[in-house]
């Protein structure tokens, strides 16, 4: 129903604008908020992908944004999926190669991946609130046409990639992805690349020389990526000020907010630290 609706509330007009900008001229927009002809960081990979849609098929900009929507759930799902996946491969190759791929294995895996779902979006607290690149069910209703939205489903993947990177492919992916979710929504980056952190200094075995060069070459792939993105300088956004003060909302009633999660998801990161000290979810949550 939040798919079809699309409530017309928050920063749906402003993306609309973006992918209507996009729709009349790829190359050269223009700023969507105003008429002035000035690069802008809501045009992202994602937002041109979606303007190229608009562009080719003539639908209507939120014909795109229900489009975008479904697609963006889509990719969260899947990376969710894909994500717990690599943590019971982990457990059930310590135990046998066998049991992964039994059906057992499977419905494990089903039930996991949507236990983790469960928890995203109702896992929080008891104080409702909307905001971009959050998962409380609140905030995803409002979110889920939006840039943020899809970059935390690429997040998944992209930590999926990491936990499985061992070949040249695997590693260059990631630099990429991990491009693109900065470029498209940097404050889930910001998470995406803590995130990343901890699934590399995480990884068991200890990553080798060779696997190291692999993760060097995607980073340096991923650091070009953003410099050459011509619709707006990202690393030009370090040096804009006032962000405090627009998040500054973010920090009120953090116990209601956030005391779900802090109780039970604390107590599970307490287990899984006393398991292994550098567990990657841990590691996660410390940095």
């Known amino acids: 129903g939040v798919v079809v609706r699309l409530p017309w509330a928050g920063d749906l007009g402003i993306h609309a604008a973006t992918v209507e900008r996009l729709r009349h001229d790829l190359l050269d927009p223009g700023d969507p908020l105003v008429a002035a002809d000035a690069p802008s960081p809501y045009y992202t990979p994602w937002t041109l992908l979606l303007g190229c849609v608009a562009k080719a098929t003539g639908l209507g900009v939120f014909v795109v944004l229900r489009i975008a929507a479904l697609v ?3 990719l969260l799902g899947t990376g969710v999926w894909a994500f717990v996946g690599t943590f019971l491969a982990s457990a059930a190759s310590a135990a046998s190669a066998a049991s992964a791929a039994s059906a057992a294995g499977r419905w494990r895996r089903a039930g996991a991946a949507a236990l983790v779902l469960l928890s995203l979006v109702l896992l929080w607290g008891t104080t409702l609130f909307d905001w971009s690149g959050f998962l409380g069910l609140n905030s995803l209703a409002l979110t889920v046409s939006y840039p943020s939205t899809f970059a935390l489903g690429a997040t998944f993947w992209l930590w ?20 693109v979710i900065l470029l498209s929504h940097q404050f889930t980056g910001v998470v995406a690349s803590l995130g990343a952190l901890a699934m590399v200094l995480g990884a068991r075995p200890w990553p080798s020389r060779a ?6 070459a995607g980073c340096v792939l991923g650091l070009a990526l953003l410099a050459l993105w011509p619709y707006y300088s990202f690393f030009g956004l370090f040096g804009v000020g006032g962000l405090e003060e627009i998040h500054r909302s973010l920090y009120r009633d953090l116990t209601g907010r956030f005391w779900l999660v802090a109780l039970v998801g604390g107590a599970a990161l307490v287990l899984r630290a006393r398991r292994d000290r550098r567990d990657p979810l841990v590691l996660c949550c410390l940095f």
């Open 211 to 216: 696997r190291w060069t692999r993760l060097g």
């Open 160 to 179: 999926t990639l990491l936990r499985r990177a061992r070949k040249w492919g695997h590693c260059l992916g990631a630099g990429a992805l991990w491009a």
């Open 72 to 74: 963006s759930l889509a």
